[in-house]
Protein backbone atom coordinates (compact mmCIF):
# COMPACT_ATOMS: atom_id res chain seq x y z
CA UNK A 1 0.00 0.00 0.00
CA UNK A 2 0.97 3.23 -1.11
CA UNK A 3 -0.20 6.65 1.53
CA UNK A 4 0.57 9.85 -0.20
CA UNK A 5 0.38 12.20 3.03
CA UNK A 6 -0.75 16.11 1.42
CA UNK A 7 0.84 19.14 3.55
CA UNK A 8 2.00 22.68 3.59
CA UNK A 9 5.41 23.22 3.55
CA UNK A 10 6.87 20.83 6.02
CA UNK A 11 7.61 22.16 9.47
CA UNK A 12 7.98 20.79 13.22
CA UNK A 13 4.68 20.72 13.75
CA UNK A 14 1.88 18.29 14.73
CA UNK A 15 1.17 17.06 11.42
CA UNK A 16 4.71 16.55 10.60
CA UNK A 17 6.09 15.12 13.78
CA UNK A 18 2.91 12.24 13.91
CA UNK A 19 3.72 11.09 10.67
CA UNK A 20 7.59 10.53 11.80
CA UNK A 21 6.60 8.85 14.43
CA UNK A 22 3.71 6.62 13.15
CA UNK A 23 6.35 5.90 9.73
CA UNK A 24 7.62 3.03 11.16
CA UNK A 25 5.05 1.59 12.35
CA UNK A 26 2.86 1.63 8.78
CA UNK A 27 6.67 0.55 7.11
CA UNK A 28 5.91 -2.75 9.34
CA UNK A 29 2.99 -2.75 7.45
CA UNK A 30 3.86 -3.05 4.50
CA UNK A 31 3.12 0.78 4.01
CA UNK A 32 5.02 2.68 1.79
CA UNK A 33 4.71 6.16 3.00
CA UNK A 34 4.88 9.61 0.76
CA UNK A 35 4.35 13.28 1.76
CA UNK A 36 3.70 15.80 -0.45
CA UNK A 37 4.61 19.32 0.38
CA UNK A 38 2.36 22.17 -1.40
CA UNK A 39 4.18 25.18 0.34
CA UNK A 40 6.25 27.51 -1.23
CA UNK A 41 9.26 25.59 0.17
CA UNK A 42 9.71 22.02 0.69
CA UNK A 43 10.12 23.36 4.32
CA UNK A 44 12.79 22.68 7.51
CA UNK A 45 11.43 19.54 8.40
CA UNK A 46 11.87 17.81 5.31
CA UNK A 47 14.50 16.39 6.11
CA UNK A 48 13.92 14.96 9.21
CA UNK A 49 10.96 13.17 7.57
CA UNK A 50 13.48 11.82 4.83
CA UNK A 51 15.87 10.52 7.15
CA UNK A 52 12.68 8.37 9.00
CA UNK A 53 11.48 6.72 5.12
CA UNK A 54 9.26 9.02 4.49
CA UNK A 55 9.79 9.81 0.40
CA UNK A 56 9.26 13.66 -0.35
CA UNK A 57 7.68 15.47 -3.17
CA UNK A 58 7.05 19.06 -4.09
CA UNK A 59 4.33 20.66 -5.80
CA UNK A 60 4.16 24.19 -5.21
CA UNK A 61 -0.32 25.02 -4.81
CA UNK A 62 0.96 28.61 -5.79
CA UNK A 63 1.78 27.34 -9.52
CA UNK A 64 -2.07 26.21 -9.99
CA UNK A 65 -1.28 26.42 -13.88
CA UNK A 66 0.94 23.61 -13.36
CA UNK A 67 -0.16 22.15 -9.72
CA UNK A 68 -3.48 20.24 -11.07
CA UNK A 69 -1.45 18.18 -13.89
CA UNK A 70 1.36 17.34 -12.00
CA UNK A 71 -0.62 16.37 -8.89
CA UNK A 72 -2.93 13.74 -11.21
CA UNK A 73 0.33 12.79 -12.56
CA UNK A 74 2.27 12.19 -8.85
CA UNK A 75 -0.62 10.07 -7.94
CA UNK A 76 -0.58 8.13 -11.10
CA UNK A 77 3.36 7.86 -11.54
CA UNK A 78 3.64 6.63 -7.93
CA UNK A 79 0.55 4.55 -8.15
CA UNK A 80 -0.71 5.89 -4.81
CA UNK A 81 -3.61 3.74 -2.75
CA UNK A 82 -4.75 5.76 -0.44
CA UNK A 83 -4.37 10.23 -0.39
CA UNK A 84 -4.05 11.36 2.82
CA UNK A 85 -5.09 15.08 3.65
CA UNK A 86 -3.61 17.13 6.33
CA UNK A 87 -4.30 20.76 5.34
CA UNK A 88 -7.55 22.93 5.86
CA UNK A 89 -6.21 24.70 2.66
CA UNK A 90 -7.06 23.56 -0.65
CA UNK A 91 -8.29 20.28 0.86
CA UNK A 92 -11.88 20.07 -0.76
CA UNK A 93 -10.37 20.87 -4.88
CA UNK A 94 -7.36 18.02 -3.38
CA UNK A 95 -10.38 16.08 -2.66
CA UNK A 96 -11.97 16.44 -5.98
CA UNK A 97 -8.94 16.18 -8.13
CA UNK A 98 -7.65 12.79 -6.05
CA UNK A 99 -11.12 11.25 -6.62
CA UNK A 100 -11.35 12.18 -10.29
CA UNK A 101 -7.93 10.53 -10.89
CA UNK A 102 -9.34 7.44 -9.85
CA UNK A 103 -8.37 7.43 -5.76
CA UNK A 104 -11.60 6.07 -3.76
CA UNK A 105 -9.72 5.92 -0.94
CA UNK A 106 -9.24 9.62 0.74
CA UNK A 107 -8.68 10.48 4.32
CA UNK A 108 -8.71 13.88 5.91
CA UNK A 109 -7.52 14.86 9.75
CA UNK A 110 -8.84 18.16 10.52
CA UNK A 111 -5.92 19.07 13.18
CA UNK A 112 -7.46 22.40 14.89
CA UNK A 113 -10.38 23.81 15.79
CA UNK A 114 -11.50 26.34 13.27
CA UNK A 115 -13.75 28.93 14.21
CA UNK A 116 -15.08 29.94 10.90
CA UNK A 117 -18.20 32.00 10.56
CA UNK A 118 -20.37 34.25 8.14
CA UNK A 119 -19.75 33.15 4.37
CA UNK A 120 -16.26 30.92 5.05
CA UNK A 121 -18.57 29.11 7.13
CA UNK A 122 -21.08 28.37 4.74
CA UNK A 123 -18.65 27.21 2.49
CA UNK A 124 -16.84 25.05 4.50
CA UNK A 125 -20.17 23.26 5.34
CA UNK A 126 -20.63 22.57 1.61
CA UNK A 127 -16.92 21.21 1.34
CA UNK A 128 -17.78 18.90 4.38
CA UNK A 129 -20.88 17.92 2.98
CA UNK A 130 -19.66 17.09 -1.00
CA UNK A 131 -16.31 15.19 0.38
CA UNK A 132 -18.92 12.79 2.36
CA UNK A 133 -20.81 12.28 -0.81
CA UNK A 134 -17.47 11.66 -2.52
CA UNK A 135 -16.44 9.03 0.46
CA UNK A 136 -13.85 10.67 2.41
CA UNK A 137 -13.08 9.50 5.35
CA UNK A 138 -12.81 12.60 8.20
CA UNK A 139 -10.77 12.36 11.12
CA UNK A 140 -10.26 14.51 14.52
CA UNK A 141 -7.45 14.94 16.59
CA UNK A 142 -8.99 15.16 19.47
CA UNK A 143 -12.74 15.67 21.19
CA UNK A 144 -12.33 19.79 21.19
CA UNK A 145 -12.12 19.40 17.25
CA UNK A 146 -15.09 16.59 16.75
CA UNK A 147 -17.09 18.58 18.97
CA UNK A 148 -16.35 21.79 16.93
CA UNK A 149 -16.73 20.17 13.69
CA UNK A 150 -19.90 18.70 14.68
CA UNK A 151 -21.63 21.91 15.98
CA UNK A 152 -19.97 24.64 13.35
CA UNK A 153 -20.15 22.50 10.78
CA UNK A 154 -22.53 19.46 10.60
CA UNK A 155 -19.34 17.17 10.00
CA UNK A 156 -19.28 14.13 11.86
CA UNK A 157 -15.51 13.19 12.47
CA UNK A 158 -13.79 9.97 14.72
CA UNK A 159 -11.16 10.84 17.00
CA UNK A 160 -7.89 9.50 16.33
CA UNK A 161 -5.65 11.29 18.99
CA UNK A 162 -2.46 12.43 18.52
CA UNK A 163 0.83 11.21 19.42
CA UNK A 164 4.62 11.39 20.21
CA UNK A 165 7.71 9.48 20.20
CA UNK A 166 7.04 7.40 23.42
CA UNK A 167 10.86 5.91 23.10
CA UNK A 168 12.68 9.30 23.33
CA UNK A 169 10.79 11.71 25.29
CA UNK A 170 10.52 9.82 28.79
CA UNK A 171 11.54 11.73 32.05
CA UNK A 172 15.04 11.54 32.89
CA UNK A 173 17.31 10.10 35.93
CA UNK A 174 18.53 12.59 38.41
CA UNK A 175 22.18 12.26 36.84
CA UNK A 176 21.70 12.91 33.21
CA UNK A 177 19.11 15.72 34.79
CA UNK A 178 22.05 17.30 36.26
CA UNK A 179 23.74 17.21 33.29
CA UNK A 180 21.72 18.33 31.30
CA UNK A 181 21.05 21.73 33.49
CA UNK A 182 24.98 21.70 33.51
CA UNK A 183 25.27 22.20 29.81
CA UNK A 184 22.54 24.39 29.88
CA UNK A 185 23.55 26.43 31.73
CA UNK A 186 21.09 26.50 34.22
CA UNK A 187 22.22 26.10 37.87
CA UNK A 188 19.37 26.13 40.60
CA UNK A 189 17.05 28.25 38.80
CA UNK A 190 13.73 27.15 38.54
CA UNK A 191 13.07 26.41 34.54
CA UNK A 192 10.09 26.82 32.28
CA UNK A 193 9.67 24.96 29.10
CA UNK A 194 7.84 26.74 26.26
CA UNK A 195 8.03 24.64 22.57
CA UNK A 196 5.72 25.84 19.48
CA UNK A 197 6.36 28.01 16.31
CA UNK A 198 5.65 31.73 17.35
CA UNK A 199 2.28 32.95 16.22
CA UNK A 200 -0.44 35.02 18.13
CA UNK A 201 -2.41 31.92 18.88
CA UNK A 202 0.20 30.41 20.92
CA UNK A 203 -0.23 33.72 22.95
CA UNK A 204 3.76 33.57 24.19
CA UNK A 205 3.36 37.05 25.50
CA UNK A 206 1.40 35.90 28.37
CA UNK A 207 3.88 33.98 29.51
CA UNK A 208 6.46 36.58 29.08
CA UNK A 209 4.22 38.67 30.85
CA UNK A 210 3.82 36.06 34.17
CA UNK A 211 7.71 35.92 34.23
CA UNK A 212 7.39 39.14 34.83
CA UNK A 213 4.79 38.86 37.47
CA UNK A 214 7.06 36.07 39.02
CA UNK A 215 10.18 37.90 38.90
CA UNK A 216 8.63 40.94 41.10
CA UNK A 217 7.36 38.60 43.53
CA UNK A 218 10.53 37.24 44.05
CA UNK A 219 10.56 33.96 41.84
CA UNK A 220 13.71 34.31 39.67
CA UNK A 221 12.96 31.61 36.95
CA UNK A 222 14.48 31.12 33.32
CA UNK A 223 12.61 30.23 30.28
CA UNK A 224 13.99 27.78 27.60
CA UNK A 225 11.94 28.51 24.18
CA UNK A 226 12.25 26.54 21.33
CA UNK A 227 10.14 27.31 18.25
CA UNK A 228 10.54 28.92 14.90
CA UNK A 229 10.23 32.97 15.61
CA UNK A 230 9.70 35.02 12.04
CA UNK A 231 7.53 38.70 13.26
CA UNK A 232 5.86 37.58 15.74
CA UNK A 233 8.94 35.56 17.79
CA UNK A 234 11.20 38.97 16.99
CA UNK A 235 7.99 41.15 18.88
CA UNK A 236 8.60 38.24 21.79
CA UNK A 237 11.78 39.64 22.18
CA UNK A 238 11.21 43.04 21.91
CA UNK A 239 8.51 42.28 24.85
CA UNK A 240 10.80 40.27 26.67
CA UNK A 241 13.36 43.14 26.23
CA UNK A 242 11.19 45.97 27.49
CA UNK A 243 10.15 43.82 30.92
CA UNK A 244 13.66 43.40 31.29
CA UNK A 245 13.88 39.43 30.91
CA UNK A 246 16.44 39.20 27.94
CA UNK A 247 19.34 37.81 30.20
CA UNK A 248 16.41 35.36 31.51
CA UNK A 249 15.28 33.87 28.16
CA UNK A 250 16.81 31.59 25.26
CA UNK A 251 15.35 31.59 22.52
CA UNK A 252 16.84 28.76 20.66
CA UNK A 253 14.81 28.73 17.44
CA UNK A 254 14.04 25.70 15.49
CA UNK A 255 15.69 22.61 17.59
CA UNK A 256 15.29 19.07 15.99
CA UNK A 257 15.69 17.40 18.98
CA UNK A 258 13.64 18.94 21.67
CA UNK A 259 13.85 16.04 24.53
CA UNK A 260 16.83 17.10 26.36
CA UNK A 261 15.74 21.02 26.77
CA UNK A 262 12.22 19.26 28.62
CA UNK A 263 14.44 17.10 30.68
CA UNK A 264 16.16 19.59 31.80
CA UNK A 265 13.41 21.52 32.63
CA UNK A 266 11.15 21.94 35.87
CA UNK A 267 7.78 22.77 34.28
CA UNK A 268 6.01 23.01 30.84
CA UNK A 269 3.78 25.82 30.10
CA UNK A 270 1.36 26.42 27.06
CA UNK A 271 -0.86 29.51 27.04
CA UNK A 272 -2.25 29.16 23.69
CA UNK A 273 -5.68 30.76 22.72
CA UNK A 274 -6.65 27.00 21.70
CA UNK A 275 -4.67 24.29 20.00
CA UNK A 276 -5.94 20.77 17.90
CA UNK A 277 -4.83 18.70 21.11
CA UNK A 278 -0.72 19.93 21.32
CA UNK A 279 1.76 17.71 20.53
CA UNK A 280 4.51 19.38 22.59
CA UNK A 281 2.02 19.41 25.92
CA UNK A 282 2.26 15.33 24.85
CA UNK A 283 6.14 15.36 25.02
CA UNK A 284 6.77 17.50 27.60
CA UNK A 285 4.72 15.04 29.41
CA UNK A 286 6.41 11.77 28.59
CA UNK A 287 9.40 13.89 29.87
CA UNK A 288 8.35 13.77 33.62
CA UNK A 289 7.11 17.77 33.56
CA UNK A 290 4.13 19.16 35.22
CA UNK A 291 2.20 20.71 32.46
CA UNK A 292 0.74 24.36 33.09
CA UNK A 293 -2.02 24.52 30.34
CA UNK A 294 -4.78 26.99 29.32
CA UNK A 295 -7.85 25.92 29.69
CA UNK A 296 -8.75 26.20 26.25
CA UNK A 297 -9.96 23.88 23.12
CA UNK A 298 -7.56 20.96 22.84
CA UNK A 299 -5.75 21.62 25.86
CA UNK A 300 -8.54 21.31 28.37
CA UNK A 301 -8.61 17.36 26.98
CA UNK A 302 -5.86 16.65 28.47
CA UNK A 303 -6.57 17.62 31.87
CA UNK A 304 -8.51 14.65 32.36
CA UNK A 305 -6.03 12.08 31.06
CA UNK A 306 -2.84 13.29 31.95
CA UNK A 307 -2.70 14.07 36.22
CA UNK A 308 0.31 16.32 35.80
CA UNK A 309 -1.77 18.98 33.99
CA UNK A 310 -2.98 21.97 35.32
CA UNK A 311 -5.41 23.69 33.29
CA UNK A 312 -5.72 27.71 33.64
CA UNK A 313 -7.32 30.62 32.13
CA UNK A 314 -4.65 31.76 29.22
CA UNK A 315 -3.61 35.03 30.90
CA UNK A 316 -0.33 35.96 32.87
CA UNK A 317 -1.93 36.55 36.85
CA UNK A 318 -3.50 32.77 36.43
CA UNK A 319 -0.24 31.29 34.59
CA UNK A 320 2.26 33.03 37.36
CA UNK A 321 -0.12 31.56 40.43
CA UNK A 322 -0.07 28.00 38.42
CA UNK A 323 3.74 28.47 38.26
CA UNK A 324 4.29 29.59 41.88
CA UNK A 325 1.72 26.81 43.31
CA UNK A 326 4.26 24.04 41.83
CA UNK A 327 7.47 26.40 42.46
CA UNK A 328 6.36 25.50 46.56
CA UNK A 329 5.27 21.99 45.25
CA UNK A 330 9.57 21.60 45.58
CA UNK A 331 11.44 19.32 43.53
CA UNK A 332 9.94 15.70 44.85
CA UNK A 333 6.11 16.91 44.76
CA UNK A 334 6.76 17.63 41.24
CA UNK A 335 8.83 14.59 40.22
CA UNK A 336 6.14 12.35 41.80
CA UNK A 337 3.31 14.05 39.83
CA UNK A 338 5.58 14.44 36.18
CA UNK A 339 5.60 10.83 36.40
CA UNK A 340 2.66 9.61 36.86
CA UNK A 341 1.63 11.99 34.20
CA UNK A 342 4.30 10.01 32.00
CA UNK A 343 3.17 7.05 32.94
CA UNK A 344 -0.61 8.09 32.27
CA UNK A 345 0.63 9.65 28.51
CA UNK A 346 2.30 6.76 27.33
CA UNK A 347 -0.66 4.43 28.09
CA UNK A 348 -3.65 7.18 26.33
CA UNK A 349 -1.29 8.35 23.56
CA UNK A 350 1.13 5.29 21.99
CA UNK A 351 2.12 5.57 18.59
CA UNK A 352 1.23 2.36 18.07
CA UNK A 353 -2.59 2.56 18.51
CA UNK A 354 -2.25 5.88 16.38
CA UNK A 355 -1.01 3.97 13.48
CA UNK A 356 -3.10 1.35 13.94
CA UNK A 357 -6.05 3.51 14.17
CA UNK A 358 -5.27 5.20 10.74
CA UNK A 359 -4.01 1.82 8.81
CA UNK A 360 -7.72 0.66 9.67
CA UNK A 361 -9.14 3.77 8.23
CA UNK A 362 -6.50 2.74 4.91
CA UNK A 363 -8.56 -0.23 4.80
CA UNK A 364 -11.33 0.84 5.88
CA UNK A 365 -14.61 0.59 3.04
CA UNK A 366 -15.23 4.46 2.02
CA UNK A 367 -18.47 5.55 0.70
CA UNK A 368 -17.25 6.70 -2.96
Known amino acids: MKVLHVLDELRPSG ?38 GVLIHHLPLTQRATFIAQFVRLLR ?18 AVLARAAGRRRIVRTVHNVFAFEGTLRVERIVQRFLQRLMGVRAAAVSPSVAANELRRFGHRTEIVPNTYDSRRFVPPGPQE ?31 LLAMDRLHKGGHAVRLLHAGIEGEVGSAERQVAANLGLKEHIDFFGFVEDIAPLLRASDCFVMPSLYEGLGNAALEAAGCGLPLVLAD ?63 FRLYNARHLG
Open 296 to 358: VPGLKDLGPTIPSVRLVPPYADEIAAAIVALIESGENGRDSLGRSGARAVAEAFSPQHHAENY
Open 15 to 52: AETMLRIAAPYWQAQGVEVHALATGAEPGPYAPTLARA
Open 177 to 207: RQELRKEFGIGDKFVLAVVGNCSDVKNHEAL
Open 77 to 94: DEEVDVVHLHMERANFPL
